[in-house]
């Protein structure tokens, strides 16, 4: 049973627009969110993170939306750039120090 | 700082055979965690230790085993591998609360 869910495989955005990962979980008691993201042949680097107390949380181009009611978060990248195509895993865990479980991952392709 | 590393970088094994994969954690950092990679897939995790003691266990068969030494560096061991054991594995350290820093991972091929 998988408890972090990203539905859409890959996701392709115009150089300069929105990109928006769409990210859902089942299990009500996660309490910290991440997001990572991962090029090919290296190790995935922590993005930006939200803790269930907080609704967004926001570091330069990346804003975290958090929605507990609907167990649903997205990443919002804006402006987009090339260099941000990679793969993009949304994880949850019930403390910041806890296990983390990691969703399949949305491949996000910047067109220049 | 050299963040996370990992040694090999890339392995060939035999099924039935048995493999240690190494972890060298961030300088600071005192936690390890040890994730699965498959194709395609999220990373899943493994293990967690902490003092030199696992504190968390994934889902994964007693074959998996791990240790976590002093200087907090960290061994995966996989006893009597089967051709499903083929994925990356990926370590991660932390310290406290902090979010995980990952390795490049060690790509295990089991023939």
């Known amino acids: 049973d998988q408890q972090v869910k990203q539905n859409s495989p890959s996701l392709s955005v115009q150089e300069g627009r929105i990109s928006i990962l769409n990210c859902d979980y089942t299990?009500?008691?996660?309490?910290?969110f991440l997001w990572y993201k991962k090029y090919p042949a290296e190790g995935p680097t922590f993005l930006i993170s939200i803790s269930s107390i907080k609704d967004k949380n926001e570091d330069g181009r990346f804003t975290v939306f958090l929605n507990k009611s609907a167990k649903h978060l997205s990443l919002h990248i804006v402006p987009s750039q090339p260099g941000d195509s990679a793969v993009y895993f949304c994880a949850a865990s019930m403390t910041s120090y806890d296990k983390v479980i990691f969703g399949p991952g949305t491949s996000l392709s910047v067109i220049p | 700082d050299a963040g996370v590393t990992q040694s090999p970088t890339h392995l060939i094994k035999t099924r039935g055979q048995q493999v240690t994969l190494r972890c060298s954690p961030k300088?600071?950092?005192?936690?390890v965690s040890w994730y699965q990679q498959a194709l395609g897939q999220g990373p899943q995790f493994i293990f967690q230790?902490?003092?030199?003691?696992?504190?968390q266990r994934g889902n994964f068969p007693d074959r998996f085993s791990g240790h976590q030494f002093p200087n907090y560096s960290s061994e995966l061991n996989v006893n009597a591998l089967l051709l499903g054991d083929s994925a990356l594995y990926l370590c991660?350290?932390?310290?406290?609360?902090?979010?995980?820093?990952f390795g490049q991972g060690t790509r295990l091929t089991v023939v």
């Open positions: 300088s600071g950092h005192d936690t």
């Open positions: 230790y902490y003092e030199e003691e696992e504190r």
């Open positions: 991660a350290s932390s310290f406290s609360n902090t979010e995980a820093f």
């Open positions: 299990n009500s008691m996660f309490d910290y």
